[in-house]
């Protein structure tokens, strides 16, 4: 056995953890081409799974986090995360209506979830028209399977560590998807053709596989947690 070997091993297994990890996007990203490409979505539907899988992430680390807090009775910052991604998360929406309000006369999708929207801030419920209805379930089936598959395998890495939790949710999500927003809206303001939004999908894929997340500015420092 070669001096080497030990290092060679670990480091083997690191890309293999960090690959099951990202298989989640992966698959998530080859449905949201196949919807662009095969079944002829807005790119509106996109941004629409995009937020929902933030939406869904933001719910998924809360439950990681007290599951941290539960098991191994450390500090989880809760309250600090819910701060800081929620406001992004606030952002992120705000940007997400405007840009379905100004295209909705021309863009079917746009005016079916700005509808839905804006019904729900009315008070008067929250009801999907039947026109987006179908992919939007679908989605939301999808995106809630890959975020679960996804935070199982951040929460294994953490190893009890709420900063990585906290840091690598935030990171992987916030860049990626205020790119996703500004591409969509660039794409249907200039009446590029939708399928260039397939250029967004794999652009976010191949940021959540460069381990983008890893290195993502930290909302919770290691010694914090260790203090």
């Not at 998924?60 to 995360?81: C, D, H, K, M, N």
């Not at 929406?93 to 804006?118: M, N, P, Q, W, Y």
Request: aromatic content about 12%; glycine content about 12%; cysteine-free.
């Amino acid at each position: 056995m070669t001096k080497g070997t030990p290092g060679g091993i670990l480091g083997v297994m690191t890309r293999i953890r960090k690959t099951l990890e990202n298989l989640g996007s992966l698959l998530e990203g080859l449905y949201f081409i196949g919807g662009l490409l095969l079944a002829k979505w807005s790119p509106m539907l996109m941004a629409a799974g995009y937020w929902i899988e933030e939406a869904l992430t933001l719910g998924a680390t809360v439950a990681a986090l007290l599951y941290i807090r539960q098991r191994y009775g450390r500090r989880i910052f809760l309250g600090r995360f819910l701060f800081i991604y929620g406001f992004f998360f606030f952002v992120h929406t705000v940007f997400f209506l405007i840009l379905a309000g100004i295209t909705a006369k021309e863009d079917r999708a746009s005016e079916a979830l700005f509808e839905a929207f804006f019904r729900l801030l009315l008070g008067s419920g929250f009801r999907l028209p039947e026109v987006i209805r179908g992919e939007i379930l679908l989605t939301t089936l999808i995106i809630a399977g890959t975020v679960s598959y996804t935070m199982f395998f951040r929460l294994r890495g953490a190893a009890g560590d709420a900063s990585v939790l906290i840091n690598r949710s935030f990171s992987a999500v916030i860049a990626s998807h205020f790119l996703i927003i500004f591409g969509t809206g660039a794409i249907l303001l200039t009446g590029a053709p939708s399928a260039l939004a397939v250029a967004l999908v794999v652009v976010k894929v191949l940021i959540d596989m460069s381990g983008f997340a890893d290195r993502g500015s930290p909302i919770v420092s290691r010694e914090e947690t260790e203090g």
